[in-house]
């Protein structure tokens, strides 16, 4: 046997001495019992008070007790290690799983068609493309399987953490596809249930042994919190047992390894013992708490008189006193338990169960204000249960043991924003990293998510508000007055760092938000449909009732903020999409809303819009000059400082996290959805945009007029919100209008995504590019990579090469600025301009709105906004008296100017009968007659000079509004 002769090491010496123990007591009349007994209580004691210098001397003592648990008269002449070692190596060849460490930066590889995963949710998706990772394939399992015709990705994450190899896991990896190195647990399962029938005796005595050794340490942990909580002891006598109950834990482990090392099909010893309970009395209990609100839903109770405890396993008792753990420990166990969840699938859906019934309680543990408490923020295993979390049979398991309790993570992590997040550490807070991927996995499954919202729906919606709630008011910057000074950049910087940590959350629950509508949608059952819808609007209104309501007090009491959270909203777009089931227009908008809220009266109704709009006004973009205007301030600071500012818009404006199409389509929605208000009420875009035009004093208040017009713009004109919300998903939500040939709708997506395509390109500048390229250029607006692809033969030709594509020469003059809207306004600026340059010639003229603007180009939602604002004549009126105050700052004039040209494009298109009914023609006909179309032609003429010496995309815009003006004019 060519084992290492490191283990067991202290037991080898220790035979001759045990033999002679065990006639010694006999001589006493002591029976071995009562001796191991005894052992084990001095050792506890010994360890409690831990010291250093005594290691050896616990070791042997524990070895002693091994030996005294397993001694068999008759069995005297082989040694122990002798007994316990596995022999047959043979048996073993090529048996088992690889869980080789991934390290950061290597790859790893992930096979569609051996994934029972992906397979599953795959015919669910209905085609739908989700990206999320089912398996870890190392580079040379991969190699030995081959995976011949397989659908397969390669990965490489530079910051990969805790990764192993899942070759020979069956519950990851379809068995056929295992390599021939690792070709799973069956066959050493089977010899387990040979070995314990053949030395009965020795496994059961192992078996007594670790039992014991978990209870005395369970129990000794136990007697030291409760001693804690009354207070007996000081605080360094309590590290010190703490230091002894880590050295005692470890020991345990410790010897369970070398067990392990020794006798490999022993793991299914060990992973059955502690999914048992201990059959002596404890005293710890778990008790469900009458209120039954997070965190006080279960409370620990430490017991005087010990009972017996059906209810608890050992990895139960282990788990509820996870505070006393050390890292070093922490790392330790989560090794093993990482090895006994790959062996054994069925405990790796205990450990799972277990570790959310553990989050269900730790939280009331952190709340207790304890200083001295060892808080192991999350234990180490956290990695193990990501990797098996999806697992439909572990799924079941959850659902079936915990109830409702299978959100406890999402409760935990709401409670842990609300509670902690205050304290702004500047450093990596796992909670907010790790813990939302056990959180929301199970919403990237069709038929998880579906049992989900089956047995319990109305608590599935309220942990998601409950996050929505929490990440709106702590994902946020307060203020108390506007002034900026170095103290008020440095409590910004912290929220800015900290919200990057929450960025992980918020997209999440983003995603998960998406996920159940389109489940809601891909399942297609009217009785589930209806109960959701009912159930989310009603929450939906409730949770929007009371952040406005709260939001109000802060306001009252002058603690103003900004919150940086938008997923409260994110469900709105998808409510409306699902009840109306088709595009969105004014009219089905309103028509959403009249028939799920079930508003009582108009009154009630009118209040709910209010706080709608108050609470989106609290989205850092609605002030948006706020977040650039501090940028410069922040410039003087340090380089790293304006850097984390800079990813940070760029996060929010990427598509792939839909933050801001998220709240540029919800603004839409919201702008339409209520017909008792014009657009001057409070808290819409278009009321700020007069509000400050009004009052443009202060430089701050010209950057908030600029972005406030800037995001009307974004509304009208861009299409990116829709297509990314609705990504891969139209012809799901929209039906009628995606699949049926020739519809309008379709042929207004075909244009805007050729657009799209076309711009992308112009902004790009490259010379050569393949498909790939064109992927990555578009990817920074537009997330359905699907539909670049099926509307770029339409603009593009392809090299006879075939490997470079570009430009049809039609577009070479062309560009298509709405769809950049997201971008920085001032690169949008630098694409007109290089474009303007390029194409000196042409008549083309270069615009925000994009060449060749129609409004016949716009989704319906879009042309009823541009009715909404355009359409009221008072508010028209003061718009273009402003633009003729000789008082007012040449910003402001910009904006109006913008706002003009917008106007006159909607006025000049007024024969569009598609677009405009009888009425509203009659409605452009009476706002051209208040217009004072020749004194506004001679006040563009006198603009004209000032605003040239500005950006030259504003040349371009003069020259049409005056076009216009002449045309509206001679009509
Ligand atoms: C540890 O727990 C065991 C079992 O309850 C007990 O016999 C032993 O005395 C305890 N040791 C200490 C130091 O409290
Ligand atoms: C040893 O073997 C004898 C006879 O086979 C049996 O009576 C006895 O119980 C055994 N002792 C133990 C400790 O198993
Ligand atoms: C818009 O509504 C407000 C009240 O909400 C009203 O005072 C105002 O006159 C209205 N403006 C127009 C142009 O109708």
Redesign the pocket.
Known sequence: MNKDKKLLLYTISGAAIIASAYIYFKRRKMTTEQKYSQIFSQLSQEILSFKQLRQSNYQLKYDKLLYLATFDENNSQLTLEEQISFSDIDALLNQGACSKEINPGGCYYECFDCSPAKQENDQALNGIEIDVINQIICEECFKAQGHENHRIKRHEEPNIVKAYCQCGVKDLIDRKCFCNKHQGFDKIKQLYEDQVFKQPKLWKGVEMFLVDSFYYYIENVSTLMQQKLNKKLDENTYNQKIQGINYFIQLIINKINEILELNPLSIYLISKLLSKPFDKPISFQIKRSSEGKYPQKYIRLILKQKEINQDLTILDCLLLSYEVISDSTSELLSKLLHSLATADEKFSSILCEKFFRMIGFIASIQKSQDVWIYKSQLPTFIHVIMEKIFIQSVFDHLLNTLGADIFNPIEYIAFYIENQFNQSKLELNHIFILLPNVCFDMFRQVKQIKSLMQRYPKELVMAINNLNHALFFNNAMGFKDQFIDNQFIQSHYNTIYNSFQLINIETQLIDAQVFIFQAIKLINDEELTKNMMAITCKNFKEHIQKISDLTEKKENRNENFYTLSIASFTILPYLVATSEKKIFTKASIQNFFNNNFNFKCEEEKIKFMQCLRKVLSKFIFFNSGQLRGFLPFLSDLSAEIQEMVQQFIQYMNNPGYRIYDIYILVSSIILLADNN??I??LNTQPQKLISLLQQVDSQENLFYLYYCYVQIQQMLLDSTPLFNLFSQKLQLFFPEECTSEDTQIKKVIKKNIEEIIVSCIKKSDFQKMNFNDLKEICSVYIIDQNMIKQYSNEVLDQEESKEFIFLQKQYDQKLYTRHLLRANIEDISQVIKNQALKNKQSNEKYTFAGSDFSLENLFPYQQDIFKKIFF?E??IRQIINLYFNTNINICAKKSIHFFLFLLLKLLTQKDQSRIFNLQERIQIEKIIKILPLSKLQEQVIANKQLLQQQLNNEKFMTDEIFEMLKQLNQD
Request: no cysteine; charged share 30%; proline share 0%.
């Open positions: 208000s014009n001057t009420t009221e008072e508010y």
